[in-house]
């Protein structure tokens, strides 16, 4: 019991230091919703991500094609907080 109770104690001491390089992102999501060239719909949001690396690495601009002249501008940025 003394093993196991041991084992859990030095397990959680690694991931709770793993964790401390941990980056909390903010970042700005913004999609634009045009119909045969006329603006349908704008949303935009806010959304929070964890990571080690950059927060530059979420960053996105792309254009989505549909069906039907539909075409969607997905851009996000990460800055961090």
């Known amino acids: 019991m003394k093993k196991i109770f041991g084992f859990i104690c030095v397990l959680a001491g690694i991931?709770?230091?793993?964790?401390?390089?941990?980056?909390?992102?903010?970042?700005?999501?913004?999609?634009?919703?045009?119909?045969?060239?006329?603006?349908?719909?704008?949303?935009?949001?806010?959304?929070?991500?964890?990571?080690?690396n950059s927060c530059g690495d979420f960053n996105v601009d792309e254009v989505m094609n549909m069906d039907s002249g539909i075409v969607i501008h997905h851009i996000m940025v990460c800055e961090e907080e």
Request: proline share 0%; hydrophobic share 25%.
């Open 15 to 52: 991931l709770s230091l793993s964790s401390c390089n941990m980056k909390d992102c903010k970042c700005y999501s913004s999609n634009q919703v045009t119909q045969n060239d006329s603006v349908v719909r704008i949303e935009v949001d806010t959304v929070r991500n964890s990571t080690r």
